[in-house]
């Protein structure tokens, strides 16, 4: 694979940048092409919480969590259930504004801002509970993640001449997003309404849609829940050849064997506070955290 | 499993067909049933004419409403506000200068009526754009509710004696309170024709109607004309409307409907989204309003009952919302059948059975029926009052359908929002094209 | 507390509630100019008195109308457009029954039925009023009550219990049909005119600084029949069982979702006390205004959707607050608007609060 940072837009190794100007080559290769010319190199932690806090009515989901995600790495977030994780990515990405603390990304301050404007820097999350749009089809639910299309502008979408364009860089990322289906072999029920799915599918839909926006960082929130195993395999391998171009994942996932096998770091959450963060190893010999799974009080 | 199978795929020439089939078979019932029961020319030429006039009006505000709530989500049931800002513009825009001693108590700013139809169009925008700003992240019930009170402050205004009459650029202009104003602007028909030289041929064709209507064919060959005319904005919208929501645009509509928490996350900025596709609604329910009674001679406010509003509706959901197909079908199924249908039926009675002496109350009606058993007056009540009795019947149609087919005709059918078709099947080997791989073969 | 921890308090409370302070700041705006008026004669105590009382005697009917489609929001969860109509058809079963005691023998039994349809029998010829035909009037109330029940619990049973687990919207457009089912029909049987109903009542004459308000009888019976229907609500969700079940379902959102689909009893009650509510407050408010025709409780409906959503949806005691603070506002803001635009006033305070705080004034207080 190529320098991601070297961007040749004639290139055929190279990804092309998103947004690019229509016509220009796609390549397909084994793995996924995402279309971009990878992360930006900077920031050795593109992700920095400090001191988020987030209350609803008496119980404060959040307390005080700080936590950091190294460039590159796949980072895992454990917790019993009700430790705050998902709370936790709400307050990250935006949907829920924090009570206190901030959140860091690349550098910038993105504490409280609209989920949209964190999406498009770069900082994507998957649900928990896959959110498929039922009504459209899986083809139309992934053809909606990619960013900077130009048919979203109105007038660009309807006047004649500019409607071409619009229509060329539509088959572009129909191209796209049929490698993605291909790679996550859903390709079968490309035409499918989402709402239809199994459970399984549904997940890799939620998944496929998010790397389709081509995120510096994504956030996944139990991705592989119900994915059958020889699959779960494939998407791991991918997702480690991504952390060699720089992208970073942050995990959360119930399956211990699945985070201790992958993650060089884990973070643990209880009680909606940071209880320790370390490698599998450390973490696995860690007596707090045996307690607060089995549930006795920390 | 295939996701298209309804019958627009059996009719040749897809939805356009579909669309043209079914008013073929709306104009031949009436026509027959005209014939059978001895209708004049004149009187049938007349109901096509009328007939056409409400297709197309309310063929066009149902499209304009499925922009808002079938692909967008956003529940608007004050439509009727739209089409009142929309005409009301207009006319203060085109009216002619005022000048004293006319009919006209007020006069408006003399411009072309291409200018006040823009103007209207805009008007009608900037209205949805300040009540979308802040009321599109309520939740649909809450909108529905501001919009409904938005339309009767508009008609409010509208009525007030305080806007009847006011000054804009030293020219005596106004709205005319409670009795209306006059559009005693050029009549539309006649501005268009001579505006591309064609007034004499025009007259020339209806004159070549006196065949068939011996006396004064103008009104009723305009009306046909006019009818025909706003069958064209339907086509206008139909095709604006299409290539709105099959686009990425329209998809970002659609997944807002679903879940706009969805589309927040993957990075579109659904807020802006939603105020373009209700201002482009408003607009379009604004030229809506303009054509429905820019030909009217005059308008009062009190035409702008929410009542209106919930004719749009009922059309929508018989049509099926979410589908622009759909919403053509239903407006042109609720004004054959719901609105103007009933009427024609009384008229097609009343030429048959003349009831000179229909009771004029629901006591008269009803008392002969119990003392003698006679069921005549009522039954000539009730035809007398088809107006009322279609709009009972409406409600129920309603309830009907929320009961037993709430998606209409052809909600079911999603209609695909991307620019290119999304089903063709993907071309097997990406070896056998053009060669634009290299490093590394591509062999799966 | 100090000045200066009061200046930075009030400072954060400006910052962070600023759309509080505006309506503040409007509201001393508007009593400045308001006392400035009667000052210097402009306005007159007895004039604004008026007004106040006619505003209290609105609000009363949309605060007590307002009861039911407070319940049936929260309780059933969709906004019922067709509650107006309710009123209505509450109006007129029971002035065809207040005609039908009031004018028995003196006039065409059909035209009594029909309250005087078309012009065949006037409410003033028949004498009738609180004072001049009690039996009558007390009949209608509890016919409009009666019939309104029955009425409610039939469109239920046939309109609203086969979708009962539909989302709001589809329930919503459900009523519209209900709503113009029954009004037109209530058009084709009692025709389209307003028709007066009532003789001129006896009148007080409270005097108040510079003139007299004016004070009918109708009023008096309004404020009796509206305020012991509203003390009976009172005593009825403190002290039975069923009073508690109501209160804690409007109370506790989350307890009324895990629960789920609300029990039929429930929902039988929501129909059986709203709709009695509702259509006693059509009754009184035709016998209050003195006229009857088939869009008054149309007209109405809007003005009692505000009131619902400034008490906030579910709250009964708010509906009834929220209706008095309708009413006042739709009379009192001719003070400082166009009559015209007096209802416009009220939708405007509708429309701010839906933006600004659209749980109303009594949400998650534990009144019910």
């Keep these: ?298 | 499993m295939s996701v298209r199978n309804d019958v627009a795929e059996r009719v040749p020439g897809g939805d356009a067909g579909l669309i043209v089939a079914v008013l073929l078979v709306i104009y031949a019932a009436y026509v027959l049933a005209g014939v059978g029961l001895g209708y004049s020319v004149r009187g049938q030429l007349n109901t096509i004419g009328v007939l056409t006039f409400y297709i197309g009006v309310f063929a066009m505000l149902a499209l304009a409403l499925n922009l808002q709530w079938g692909y967008t989500g956003l529940f608007n049931i004050g439509i009727v506000g739209f089409m009142a800002v929309g005409i009301y513009v207009m006319a203060l825009v085109s009216k002619p200068l005022y000048e004293s001693g006319g009919a006209a108590q007020v006069g408006g700013l003399g411009l072309p009526l291409i200018v006040g139809i823009v103007a209207g169009m805009a008007a009608a925008a900037l209205l949805g754009a300040v009540i979308a700003l802040p009321a599109l992240r309520l939740r649909a019930d809450y909108l529905a509710i501001v919009t409904i009170a938005m339309s009767e402050i508009v008609r409010f205004s509208f009525l007030s004696g305080k806007l009847q009459q006011f000054q804009l650029l030293g020219e005596r202009v106004g709205f005319g309170g409670g009795s209306g104003l006059i559009l005693d602007f050029t009549n539309p028909l006649e501005a268009f024709f001579q505006f591309f030289g064609l007034w004499d041929a025009y007259l020339g064709f209806v004159s070549a109607f006196e065949v068939i209507i011996p006396n004064n064919p103008k009104p009723v060959v305009d009306g046909l004309v006019y009818g025909v005319v706003l069958l064209g904005f339907v086509a206008v919208y139909f095709w604006l409307l299409k290539r709105t929501g099959e686009s990425p645009f329209g998809r970002v509509l659609k997944a807002i409907r679903e879940d706009e928490d969805v589309a927040n996350s993957l990075g579109k900025n659904t807020n802006r989204f939603k105020i373009k596709a209700f201002m482009l609604g408003c607009a379009l329910m604004g030229l809506a309003g303009i054509l429905w009674l820019m030909t009217s001679g005059a308008v009062t406010p009190n035409f702008f009952r929410p009542r209106i509003t919930f004719f749009i509706w009922i059309a929508l959901i018989i049509g099926g919302a979410g589908s622009n197909t759909g919403s053509v079908l239903g407006g042109a199924v609720f004004a054959a059948l719901l609105y103007q249908g009933p009427r024609y039926l009384k008229n097609l009675i009343d030429t048959v059975i003349p009831n000179a002496d229909a009771p004029s109350g629901f006591g008269p009606a009803v008392s002969p029926l119990i003392s003698n058993f006679d069921p005549a007056p009522l039954f000539f009540y009730t035809i007398d009052s088809v107006r009322q009795l279609q709009l009972v019947f409406m409600g129920l149609v309603l309830i009907w359908l929320m009961h037993n087919r709430p998606e209409g005709m052809l909600g079911h059918r999603k209609e695909t929002a991307a620019g290119i078709p999304l089903t063709a099947p993907r071309a097997s080997e990406p070896a056998e094209t053009d060669g634009d791989d290299a490093g590394g073969g591509s062999g799966e | 507390m100090g000045i200066a921890e009061t200046y930075t308090r009030g400072r954060q409370f400006a910052i962070t509630r600023p759309g509080s302070v505006l309506l503040a700041l409007v509201g001393v705006v508007l009593l400045f100019d308001l006392i400035a008026g009667l000052a210097t004669g402009q306005h007159s105590f007895s004039g604004i008195g008026s007004l106040v009382w006619d505003g209290l005697m609105r609000g009363l009917v949309v605060g007590l109308a307002g009861i039911g489609l407070s319940m049936t929001y929260s309780i059933l969860n969709f906004a019922n457009f067709a509650h107006g109509d309710y009123i209505t058809a509450g109006a007129f079963s029971g002035w065809a029954t207040t005609y039908l005691v009031a004018g028995f023998g003196r006039a065409d039994v059909g035209a009594l039925v029909l309250v005087g349809a078309g012009g065949s029998v006037f409410g003033g010829t028949l004498g009738i009023g609180v004072t001049t035909t009690p039996l009558a009037v007390v009949a209608g109330i509890l016919v409009a009550g009666i019939a309104t029940v029955a009425l409610a619990l039939f469109v239920d049973r046939t309109t609203f219990r086969p979708i009962r687990d539909a989302d709001g919207i589809t329930l919503l457009i459900t009523s519209v049909g209900v709503a113009f089912a029954l009004r037109y029909l209530m058009q084709f049987v009692f025709g389209s005119s307003v028709r007066g109903t009532t003789s001129q009542p006896p009148a007080i004459p409270l005097y108040l600084v510079d003139g007299a308000v004016r004070i009918d009888a109708h009023d008096v019976a309004l404020v009796v029949v509206a305020g012991g229907l509203m003390l009976g609500v009172h005593l009825l969700l403190q002290m039975t069982k069923l009073g508690k079940a109501m209160r804690a379902m409007a109370d506790n959102e989350d307890l009324a979702q895990i629960t789920g689909i609300p029990t039929e009893r429930v929902v039988r009650a929501v129909w059986v006390i709203g709709g009695g509510l509702t259509g006693m407050a059509g009754y009184m408010f035709i016998l209050w205004k003195g006229t009857l025709g088939f869009n008054d409780g149309w007209l109405l409906l809007l003005l009692i959707f505000a009131a619902v959503i400034l008490g906030g949806i579910g709250s009964i005691y708010g509906a009834i607050v929220g209706g008095l603070a309708i009413g006042l506002t739709a009379s009192v803001s001719i003070i400082w608007i166009p009559s015209a635009f007096a209802r416009a006033a009220a939708f405007a305070v509708m429309i701010i609060l839906l933006l600004v705080k659209p749980e109303g004034l009594f949400s998650g207080r534990s009144t019910a």
């Design chain 1, 1 to 298: 694979m190529s320098d991601p940072d070297v961007t040749n837009a004639d290139s055929d190794t190279a990804r092309d940048p998103a947004g690019s100007v229509p016509g220009a080559e796609t390549t397909h290769s084994p793995s996924l092409n995402l279309g971009s010319s990878g992360p930006g190199v900077g920031e050795e932690y593109p992700l920095q919480v400090d001191g988020l806090r987030k209350t609803f009515g008496g119980i404060t989901a959040v307390d005080d969590a700080s936590f950091r995600v190294a460039r590159g790495s796949l980072t895992g977030l454990i917790g019993p259930n009700g430790a705050g994780k998902s709370t936790t990515f709400n307050l990250i990405t935006g949907m829920l504004q924090p009570d206190a603390g901030t959140v860091t990304f690349d550098g910038e301050d993105i504490t409280g801002q609209k989920p949209h404007a964190i999406a498009n820097k770069g900082l994507v999350r998957t649900f928990q509970i896959a959110r498929e749009l039922q009504e459209m089809t899986v083809l139309e639910n992934l053809m909606l993640a990619p960013k900077g299309q130009h048919g979203e502008a109105l007038w660009r979408s309807v006047t004649p001449g500019f409607r071409d364009h619009v229509v060329e860089q539509e088959e572009e990322l129909l191209e796209r997003v049929w490698d993605v289906i291909e790679f996550f072999d859903i390709d079968h029920i490309a035409d499918e309404y989402a709402g239809n799915l199994s459970g399984g599918q549904r997940k890799l839909l939620e998944l496929a849609r998010a790397l389709l926006t081509d995120p510096d960082m994504l956030l996944l929130d139990e991705p592989f829940a119900g994915v059958n195993p020889s699959l779960e395999k494939r998407l791991l391998e991918h997702i480690h050849e991504l952390r060699e171009q720089g992208y970073t994942f942050l995990l959360v996932e119930h399956d211990m064997d699945l985070i201790m096998e992958n993650c060089e770091r884990v973070i643990v959450l209880h009680q909606g506070q940071v209880l320790t963060e370390g490698s599998p190893d450390e973490i696995q010999a860690d007596e707090e955290v045996i307690e607060a799974y089995l549930g006795g009080n920390v």
